[in-house]
């Protein structure tokens, strides 16, 4: 396992010996993915694109291939319902060499629970901050939800994190199984325009603070709209907050979510990204905003300090008014020359180094159960890089 106490600058540099192992067959199993929009779903997405480039396939099990409920207290997310049985059969259909559970939902727990009974190896990652947020929304304590955490990570050969901040931290929680997993962030996408930022976006007055994320109590939109700055704060995201923030500051702009190449201007036109979350594991939206040339204004927590560090590409500040005001002098230049950093592909290769492969007297494959599942159902869709 990488040193956890090295802070990690730039990803790229110190990349992971390259897997050999090829062609094989990976199911990922998530409770996050399309049309959520976060950082949990652009990862996995942006994983499969670079597994199927190395001649590897990822098969996806989400919540769209089951029947689904709205997620308590966030009704835009919809969790699986009694999953296990028809997860069975697609594991046993798809047959995958090695099984991934990236989140800790009810797929995740359904997925963890098959591997364990049958003796299956299966590695984990840690995206979210569940303890915190349970504990912003509803007041549960962290010792409880951190007890769950350690419980279910426990079995997997291993609990992958992005930064060593957050493997140190974690390590100091009681887990023993961590790994480091990076991010990356696709470059060609998300890039300088200068005729963007030097002319009018949207016709609204600069400087253009933008912040990119959920609308969601634990990511302290709050602090952002309520700091005192010229131009215009602009907001991209939705979330169970918009409707309560629209209202309370009229004076900003609110986009919705964005996609693609309106995402990208959106990062290309702003003068300053502004980061106001506390809670945030990684941030993938950092990454994005400084490929793009856009500095980073944003608090001195996990997450900013990982990727930004005392690069001169933004600033951290306890006060977020002065971290934005300093940000913003930033170089543009530098900003974009740091993100290039950041590689998709040695990210890659970090993950497909801790897979635990699962064994076959003929080939790396998944088992079968010893019972005969049903017939799977026709009209279920493949489970391909495109089903996330």
Known sequence: MPELTTLITAPAANPSPAFTASNLRIAIITDAAAPQVNGVVRTLKQLGEELEALGHKAIYVTPDLFTTIPLPTYSEIRIALFPARQLKKLLAQHRPDAVHIATE???????????????????????????????????????????WLRHFHKPSKAMMVATP???????????????????????????????????????????????????????????????????TKLVVGEGPKLEQLKTKHPEATFTGALFGEELAKAYAASDCFVFPSKTDTFGLVLIEALAAGTPVAAYPVQGPLDVIGSAPVGNLNEDLRTACLAAIQASRKDARTYALNFSWASCTQQFLSHLALLEHPTHNTLTAPSTTPSAPNPTTRPLETSAL
């Open 105 to 147: 939902g009810p797929l995740g727990m359904a997925a963890r629970r098959y591997c364990v009974r049958h003796n299956l190896p299966f590695t984990t990652s840690f995206h979210t901050r569940f303890p915190e947020y349970l504990k912003a929304r509803i007041g549960v304590p962290l010792r409880w939800t951190y007890a």
């Open 165 to 231: 901040r957050l493997a140190n931290e974690m390590q100091e929680r009681g887990f023993t199984n961590i790994a480091m997993w990076s991010r990356g962030v696709d470059t060609k996408l998300f890039h300088p325009d200068t005729t963007l930022h030097e002319t009018e976006y949207m016709n609204l007055p600069r400087p253009l603070w933008l912040y990119v994320g959920r609308i969601a109590v634990e990511k302290n939109i709050n602090a952002f709209l309520a700091l005192d700055l010229p131009g």
